[in-house]
């Protein structure tokens, strides 16, 4: 199972929006509407941002929304803050072999 | 409040073994499926195996190596790992899965394959 295609590297000024893509293939992203999304300061646990493509968890500001459209999943971040320089992970459900695949990972620069 | 802590990570040498657990609290056990991911030195992170009503996955690159269990009873979940590798060096997390995602996780164990 490979993984989810991100962008290495997206950056924005405090106040702006930013906006990080998550292609992978009908077999996962394009399959299934369970796709969801992680923001993870290193030497920390990964914190759940999104589920089921754009619910948000109890507490997760509303800065944060996700969408998907065909095999393309995307997380918009509004209102950029310094506390949301960190790593950026999408993650899909994949059927039965292998239920769970990560994006590449995408790593926000607040400038 | 919901809590997982990992533990059993350490330094073993490639062809050994080690067993991770996680110890779960604050949440209804036995009604959540379990993942452990896993994020190598520079890396991203990576599903390793789950376990669940659906049964239980492996990925591609620890299937016949590796088993996950839990213990209902206990509120624990496994990961054996054996046949390790350098390539299985990395931050082991346990996490509980809701909703095909995962809001609760561990702080992870380190585990690093060295001669």
């Known amino acids: 199972q490979s993984a989810l295609t991100q962008p290495p590297s997206a950056s924005g000024s405090p106040g702006q929006s930013v906006t990080i893509s998550c292609t992978g293939t009908s077999s996962d992203v394009g399959g299934y509407n369970y796709v969801s999304w992680y923001q993870h300061h290193p030497g920390k646990a990964p914190k759940l941002l999104i589920y089921?493509?754009?619910k948000r968890p109890s507490g997760v500001p509303d800065r944060f929304s996700g969408s998907k459209s065909g095999n393309t999943a995307s997380l918009t971040v509004s209102g950029l803050q310094s506390e949301d320089e960190a790593d950026y992970y999408c993650c899909s459900f994949a059927g039965n072999n292998m239920p769970y695949v990560f994006g590449t990972g995408t790593k926000v620069t607040v400038l | 409040e919901v809590q997982l802590l990992e533990s059993g990570g350490g330094l073993v040498q490639p062809g050994g073994s080690l067993r991770l657990s996680c110890a779960a609290s604050?949440?209804?056990?036995?009604?959540?499926?379990m993942t452990w991911v896993r994020q190598a030195p520079g890396k991203g992170l990576e599903s390793v195996s789950v376990?669940?009503?659906?049964?239980?996955r492996y990925a591609e690159s620890v299937k016949g190596r590796f088993t996950i269990s839990r213990d209902n009873s206990k509120n624990l979940v496994f990961l054996q790992m054996n046949s390790l590798t350098v390539e299985d060096t990395a931050v082991y997390f346990c996490a509980a899965l809701d909703n095909f995602a995962s809001e609760n996780w561990g702080r992870g164990t380190m585990v690093s394959v060295s001669s």
């Open positions: 376990i669940g009503s659906r049964g239980i």
């Open positions: 089921e493509v754009n």
């Open positions: 604050g949440f209804m056990f036995d009604r959540y499926a």
